[in-house]
């Protein structure tokens, strides 16, 4: 297999038929959504041929000639307390299978996923069809909603039963292993980012966008892009501003959606400090915002990879994180940011404070930090295991 810069300088593969791979997300905003989309668009651009499989398109999903979408439609009916997305997710798979001839099923997030792919797998099979299913761990698939005891033996079988299972981190390989107890061979494929895509605003923007928020462009800013949920820990970054805020000229950015986000606005005017905390939902173009910041702050109570980190460490931003799950293995201490337990408050203070007093070297460590997770290192890791469990099945390509 090799590959070739084509006339519109997009990778094309020679001597290898392109795989047609479906791939199964959430269409949010969430890591795994994300994950899913860019590795999507990265292997169309090399000549595969994508069809996702969501309940709506993916929020990052634009045109692509190689990428196709297809809805699951979900028929409810007044007798159903739950509408059973699993099933219909299952016979989407079946259908779009049916009718593109997929090669293979990846899906990204244990629940329901793996589960409506393993029993799609299984419809197929006893049609006479082989579809390989691969399963990509993506972090509360398994350390928060997969060991729940109402998914955890659905998930252990589903997992059991892929082909081929990956987890995001090694933290995470780990962690399927002790709350699951499975036995499968999982392999570590770290998340990535696509750098080509990470270009930044001209310095006239960035000037216009900090006196929109912090009144001066010499005033320094501190991001905050989350789900908003409990284990994301946003009451802290609120709390850790406020700490901030009283000894440098700063403002906070707080992008993203989530339960918990009330509460931190609410955090913010109790504290005094509403006026300079702008809470922005969720956005389009994150790295607009992402490239104005000086740190970015992330005091997750679990986290498995924190993608949200990477993203920012690509735009140079460097990093004050909590030390748990996977973010040790992605951010160097002193180097591109700093890891502090996520209730110590006063530690992520003096860190963020640091790292304001000493930006330049961070911010070049960040970026050189997240270029070790470009897409173009990450994404032949994939292609690879894609080919090894298309071998495996007998329906080898090469
Ligand atoms: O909890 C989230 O942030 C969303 C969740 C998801 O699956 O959408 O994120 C998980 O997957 C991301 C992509 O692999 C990882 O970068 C996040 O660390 C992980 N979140 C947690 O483990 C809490």
Do not use: W
Request: net charge negative; hydrophobic share 40%.
């Amino acid at each position: 297999m090799s590959l070739e810069v084509g006339d519109d300088g997009r990778y094309v593969f020679t001597g290898m038929i392109p795989f047609r791979i479906g791939i199964v997300c959430y269409p949010t905003y969430g890591g795994s959504g994300v994950i899913a989309t860019e590795l999507g668009i990265g292997l169309a651009d090399r000549g595969h041929q994508v069809h996702f499989i969501s309940s709506s398109r993916p929020g990052r999903l634009s045109f692509h000639e190689q990428i196709y979408y297809h809805g699951v439609n979900v028929f409810s009916y007044p007798l159903f307390a739950y509408q059973p997305y699993e099933s219909a997710l299952a016979s989407k798979v079946v259908e779009v299978c049916s009718r593109h001839a997929l090669d293979l099923l990846h899906v990204h997030y244990a629940i329901p996923h793996a589960s409506s792919g393993y029993m799609a797998r299984e419809i197929l099979k006893g049609r006479g069809y082989v579809l390989p299913l691969l399963t990509t761990l993506h972090g509360t698939d398994i350390t928060l909603v997969g060991q729940d005891p109402s998914y955890a033996p659905v998930v252990a079988f589903s997992i059991q039963s892929s082909d081929a299972v990956t987890a995001v981190s090694e933290n995470l390989r780990e962690a399927t292993y002790e709350y699951l107890g499975c036995k499968k061979d999982i392999e570590v494929i770290p998340n990535f980012v696509d750098l080509k895509r990470f270009s930044p605003p001209t310095q006239k923007d960035i000037n216009k966008m900090r006196i929109h928020f912090c009144q001066h462009k010499k005033n320094q800013i501190l991001i905050h892009v989350s789900n908003f949920r409990e284990v994301k820990n946003p009451l802290a970054v609120v709390r850790i501003f406020a700490q901030v805020q009283k000894q440098r000229d700063v403002c906070l950015l707080m992008v993203g959606e989530g339960p918990e986000r009330l509460e931190a606005q609410a955090l913010s005017r109790s504290l005094g400090i509403e006026d300079q905390v702008h809470f922005l939902g969720e956005v389009d173009r994150v790295n607009d915002y992402l490239f104005l910041a000086d740190v970015f702050l992330l005091p997750s109570l679990a986290e498995s990879f924190g993608l949200a980190a990477l993203e920012a460490m690509a735009c140079g931003v460097p990093v004050v994180a909590s030390n748990r799950g996977g973010l040790p293995d992605l951010i160097e201490e002193k180097k591109s940011g700093f890891l502090c337990d996520p209730m110590d408050l006063e530690a992520m203070t003096k860190a963020v404070l640091h790292i304001l007093d000493n930006q330049k070297s961070f911010q070049q460590e960040a970026r050189l930090r997240a270029s070790d997770f470009d897409l173009s290192n990450i994404l032949p890791r994939y292609e690879n295991l894609y080919s090894a469990i298309l071998k495996k099945a007998g329906k080898s390509k090469t």
